[in-house]
């Protein structure tokens, strides 16, 4: 057997992988902050990962008019950053930073993905909860009520969903059907 | 169990079980009829003749031993799909049950999962004592799938947004690049390199650009790499044929320019004239995008396609390469047609371009008995090939029938409006193939030269066409209609597919009836999901079909085995 070596880096390669994955995310939830955040969600599925809602935020459209030059320069960056400021239940929009704000503001790193209609698109990678397969639709008799997001934030503005929040109270499924 | 459920799993035996004995039929069929089989009774005539002695007859067949071992498709393919279905079957499995099962666990459950296929098809495939290439082959692949359905996993169990999509398709893809290349297995390297392709379509539409980058990163290298002439025109092919999908058909299509200048850099370093082929065909897609969209149409009008044009014609004078010419004669006929015919609204209505692309593959397969080369048929055929194959496949949908029987979509033949020089020159082209066509008939009839399966085609994708046009004019129901040619569609596929095997088998093209068998899987397991699809558990409908297509594979390869050692031991 040649190729004796070769599938045990296959294997180291396969566990970096994995081990990158899971780091990246435990950094953030164990050094983050706990941000709740108000939202909107669409029922959409997605082709890998079945059921799942989309969410969506004041924050993931940059509505206020830009500038011709700050519109270009938020499209070359790539980057832009939500600065966030606590209104009694949730965190609301302060404003948009272009530049990395200090620390002792609470803000959430967005990627910009595209210009539509006029409209700056950001995502922050929170834009996705995973429901159980067919348990979407349990959600959507939700609608209508205030939906919260509750979402850790790390030091560099990083953003992971811990849950769901309807009303105040965390999303349960019933998984003995 | 509902009721559906049950006709599911009938549905599905019963489509699978056919496939099974097509299968099998195929296999003897091609086994049976073998051109080794020929030579071997023609080799013992000689021997008892005494022409030739048994140190001769032996070297001729020791010759042609090897070649005919590697030549049993079906095998491969059905392990291959055996193995897809189960791989698939497990990914969805893990991803709609994933509420009965703790994260952890099932992280770990698939990581090992796929980790203990990894280690078994490698020693499958590479065992000294005993392998299994074929089977071993599949087991890799299967752990491929296994792993990306462990990537997947974390990804939904951390809830990265669906928008990172790309970053899930990226990594699953370039962490099974090396395990294609170290394990020399070809259908992992095109499932990477397919990863990374879809990586590319994700990142595409998050940013907005086009996404050419991905496919030509893909490929280039795997064709300067490759020696192998014939596995090279397979992805020149490929290139070539994706790169509408690819560059967002209407928008992009000047990347075909990119691709030409590619396709003439390799040509001018590796001089073979392959490559100023497939120049020539990247022209042709390069005028074909531009039926929605012509580039700089804005700035220097609808002729500048008769720039890169007349480029590549001079170079073709120069080196003498008669074949690109024939192509390239075709590129204008059909790049005026184009420019003549462009209307914005043409883009709307698929089965108007799609009319377009089917006329120019018949063509194609047309003319490409003319070509003399043997070598230089190739391009020619898979040009063809897929240009036929691709609109037969997208009109064998009952949805899309339905869409083009919208009122405001069907025209009929009526030659008035914006649509009458689009009209009057799509007729023009049919008069040129129907003209062609009878060339055919009568050359037929009178030196029995012609092939029956050009003939045959011609005249089927000729009338799906008038059906298309005309049917929708008579004044019968539309429902009618529209299950008339979703079959008349459906039943032209089939016909197609089957008699390109055949014809394949005629003409001694492997790669065609690989290719034509793989289709004709898709094709069954399109028609499957139509039917099957809501009524049976996704997951467990991939893993049965799965596991029962590796079990016949395992089984066709041990008969392969039999067949073999029994052969050789009557030598």
């Known amino acids: 057997m040649k190729n004796k070596y070769l599938i045990w880096i296959v294997v180291l390669l396969w566990i970096t992988v994995l081990s990158v994955i899971i780091f990246k995310h435990n950094e953030i939830t164990t050094h983050g902050k706990i941000v709740i955040l108000k939202t909107e969600p669409v029922d959409p599925r997605d082709p890998f990962r079945g059921d799942y809602l989309n969410l969506q935020y004041d924050i993931s459209t940059i509505a206020d008019p830009l500038t011709e030059i700050q519109k270009k320069e938020v499209l070359q960056s790539r980057k832009i950053y939500a600065v966030l400021k606590k209104e009694d239940y949730y965190y609301v929009l302060d404003h948009f930073s272009t530049t990395k704000p200090n620390k002792n503001v609470t803000y959430i790193r967005g990627g910009v993905w595209g210009d539509l209609s006029n409209m700056i698109r950001v995502q922050y990678n929170i834009e996705s909860y995973f429901v159980p397969e067919g348990k979407g639709i349990e959600l959507q008799t939700h609608l209508g009520k205030d939906m919260f997001v509750e979402v850790y934030v790390d030091e560099m503005g990083e953003a992971a969903i811990k849950t769901l929040l309807i009303g105040k109270e965390p999303v349960k499924f019933d998984t003995n059907q | ?571």
Not at chain 2, 244 to 267: A, D, K, N
Not at chain 2, 496 to 504: D, E, K, P, Q, S
């Open chain 2, 1 to 571: 169990m509902e009721a559906a459920a049950i006709i599911g799993i009938f549905v599905s035996l019963l489509i699978l079980s056919s496939f099974i004995v097509g299968g099998i039929f195929l296999i003897f069929f091609l086994k049976k009829s073998s051109h080794r089989m020929w030579l071997l009774k023609e080799l013992t005539l000689w021997k008892n003749k005494q022409i030739i002695d048994s140190e001769s007859f032996d070297k001729i067949q020791e010759m042609y031993t090897p070649k005919q071992k590697e030549s049993i498709p079906p095998i491969k393919i059905i392990i291959s799909i055996g193995s897809i279905l189960l791989g698939i079957g497990l990914i969805l499995f893990i991803a709609s049950n994933w509420q009965f099962l703790s994260g952890q666990f099932k992280l770990l459950l698939t990581f090992i999962l796929s980790l203990v296929t990894l280690f078994i098809g490698y020693s499958l495939k590479f065992s000294k004592r005993r392998p299994y290439p074929i089977l071993g082959e599949g087991l890799l692949f299967v752990s491929t799938l296994i792993w990306g359905a462990t990537i997947i996993f974390l990804f939904q169990n951390y809830q990265v947004s669906s928008a990172n999509n790309y970053i899930l398709t990226l990594l699953w893809g370039a962490s099974i690049f090396p395990v294609a290349i170290w394990f020399k297995s070809e259908s992992i390297f095109y499932l990477s390199f397919f990863l990374l392709f879809l990586s590319g379509i994700f990142r595409g539409n998050l940013t907005e650009t086009p996404v050419y980058l991905y496919l030509l990163i893909g490929f280039i290298p795997f064709l300067l790499t490759s020696r192998d002439k014939k596995r090279k025109v397979i992805p020149c092919s490929i290139l070539a044929m994706l790169m509408p999908i690819f560059t967002r058909f209407e928008t992009y299509g000047i990347y075909y320019l990119l691709l030409l200048t590619i396709f003439l850099v390799i040509y001018f370093w590796k001089k073979e004239e392959m490559y100023l082929i497939f120049g020539s065909i990247s022209v042709f897609f390069y005028i074909l995008t531009s039926i929605t969209k012509p580039f700089l149409a804005q700035f220097v009008g609808h002729w500048f396609f008769i720039l890169p044009l007349a480029l590549v014609l001079y170079i073709v004078f120069w080196k003498k390469s008669v074949s690109s010419l024939f192509i390239l004669l075709f590129n204008f006929v059909i790049g005026l047609l184009v420019q003549f015919t462009y209307n914005a609204d043409v883009g709307k209505n698929v089965i108007s371009v799609v009319k377009i692309i089917f006329l120019i593959g018949l063509l194609y397969l047309l003319f490409e008995r003319y070509i003399k080369d043997k070598i230089m048929k190739l391009p020619f055929m898979v040009v063809g090939y897929f240009t036929m194959l691709i609109p037969a496949f997208v009109l064998s949908f009952y949805e899309i029938i339905q869409e083009t029987l919208d009122p405001k979509i069907v025209y009929g033949f009526l030659l008035y409006g914006k649509f009458a020089p689009y009209r009057i020159l799509s007729i023009i082209v049919l008069v040129i193939v129907l003209g062609t066509f009878c060339l055919r008939l009568l050359s037929k009839i009178t030196k029995e030269s012609g092939d029956i399966f050009l003939f045959i085609i011609s005249g089927l994708s000729l009338l799906s066409i008038l059906l298309l046009e005309l049917l929708p004019l008579l004044k019968l129901s539309n429902n009618f209609v529209l299950w008339f040619l979703t079959f008349y569609q459906n039943a032209f596929l089939l016909t197609f597919i089957l008699f390109t095997i055949f014809w394949a088998y005629k003409k001694c093209m492997n790669w065609l009836i690989n290719m034509s068998l793989v289709v004709f899987l898709i094709f069954v397991i399109m028609r499957y999901f139509d039917v099957v699809w809501k009524l049976l558990d996704r997951s467990l409908f991939f893993i049965l079909g799965g596991i029962i297509l590796l079990g016949i594979g395992t089984f066709m390869e041990k008969l392969r085995r039999k067949l073999v050692g029994d052969e050789h031991h009557e030598e």
